[in-house]
């Protein structure tokens, strides 16, 4: 059991949740799970290596569900550089269609609120699998709105998905879900981003669920970039059909403690994953990074890389598995992760693992941490580029490598690459005001 001062802590987060499980079992269910067992602490292995204190001394509360005050534009403009598509805004965690723009939807597909809907997953992912967390826990009790988004069968979506979750209240929690359900052979992109109003330091617990029918594809891609005292959980939850296919992109840059964590599991035969990041972090951020790859059916393919770029005292961390059980037969599945530390003082922690319970695959894991190759600094410095230029071009290099890995198919050719060059230009942003400088 966790200490006397943090369930006092999370009593706190029970009490305010109470109105908002009244009447619903599954929500009152979860509640009293997450009251039995509270967020977990160093003692369990997967959270060894993240303190999780100074989220419960925030002394987060529940928003209002209306906030009535101006969102900078700024903070809804859409970061990906592809400027049309559907748009859903979220504001301290309730849907917005004033903001919105959801106009227009092809036949057999929804758009739109998981309240309005009635359809909030409370019961998150349990058909999927993944085990339960306090943080899965509390959002499932808690919950307040999220996006739904459904295509059916055969149709494509033409236009991406624009998701943004702005928070503008400091002190707030927002419990958020995602549920996505694409049909046989439906096809779509999905654009997300997170965002907060300079100086909120706010708590985002978010939950999301992907269901891939037989030949689906879907491209999802992240930027989590919320102010710099806020926390930031995510939990996702994959399951593919037969020759369905995932692609899954997220940049962090922001918060003061951030968790992304995936459980994807492989079904049909023939399905395909791509699941990536990076993380730019200074300071004393982390960002923590747990996926786990459970190939069930085969002739699975999964890829995994990551970059991360630490600077001051800032703190990575990759805990990745693949599983291969017995019958997922010629699976091949890749995960790498490497960081660069631009700072003495910067850390990164990796355990990748493998469990494989076939015998005819192609698996290989592997981690790397290190510094700036001095030789290739002092190239560039010896034709003239400034130390902090040299620095910045190394670092973007090295970070930009997994942007290679990115196949945005749901899109036409050029705005595929656009969505790239925003990537990059979002790394770039970070490289102007962080880890340039010589050390």
Known sequence: RHSQACAIAERA??????????????????????????????????????????????????????????????????????????????????????LSDIASLPDGVTLGSLAEAGEQCVSFGRDIGGADTGFSLLNQAGATDGALIRVGAGVTLSQPVHLHFVNMDSGCHMQTQIKVELGAGARACLLETHRGAAGTACFTNQLATVTLAEGARLDHYRLQEEAADSFHFRDLRAALARQAGYESFTLTTGARLSRNSGFIRFDGEGARCGYHGAYLLSGTQQADTVTQLQHVAPDCTSAQNFRGALDDRARGTFQGCITVEKPAQRTDARQSIKALLLSPRAEQDAKPELEIFADDVKCAHGASTGNLDPDALFYLRARGVPQAQARALLIGAFVSEVLDDLAAATLPPDEAGQLKDSLHARMQAWLAGNGTGGR
Request: net charge positive.
């Open 13 to 98: 987060w029970i009490d305010a949740l109470g109105g908002i499980t009244a009447g619903s079992d599954a929500r009152a269910a979860a509640l009293a799970a997450f009251a039995e067992t509270g967020l977990p602490d160093r003692r369990r292995e997967g959270w060894r290596w993240t303190d999780l204190n100074p989220l419960r001394e925030g002394g987060f509360t529940t928003p209002a569900p209306r906030f009535t005050g101006t969102v900078a534009s700024d903070l809804l403009s859409g970061p990906f550089a592809i400027s049309r598509g559907f748009r859903l805004v979220f504001v301290n965690g309730y849907f917005r269609q004033d």
